[in-house]
């Protein structure tokens, strides 16, 4: 396995979700949880997780610690699941 890639395979349903636009911030940090949740189980640190979803490693931190609204990286991350 070479450095960075992914430790575990993620398999989920992507192509089902709808990621809904202005999300209340009460929402946030539930949804950036559910997102380090996710993260996490793939092997995944912040670093690898930002550069493969184009994001930059604060914006993944602060979408998941409820600080900024994480719509762009759920967006992101199912539209990698899909392969689009």
């Not at 992507?14 to 997102?35: C, F, K, N, Q, Y």
């Not at 997780?49 to 994001?55: I, P, V």
């Amino acid at each position: 396995m070479k450095t960075g890639e992914p430790q575990g395979r993620c398999d989920m349903q992507a192509s089902a979700v709808e990621v809904p636009r202005g999300l209340p911030e009460e929402d946030w940090l539930r949804l950036g949880e559910a997102h380090r949740v996710i993260r996490v189980a793939c092997g995944e640190g912040f670093q690898i997780t930002a550069a493969r979803l184009g994001l930059t490693t604060r914006q993944v931190v602060d979408m998941e610690h409820g600080r900024e609204d994480p719509t762009p990286l759920l967006e992101r991350m199912f539209a990698a699941c899909r392969g689009d």
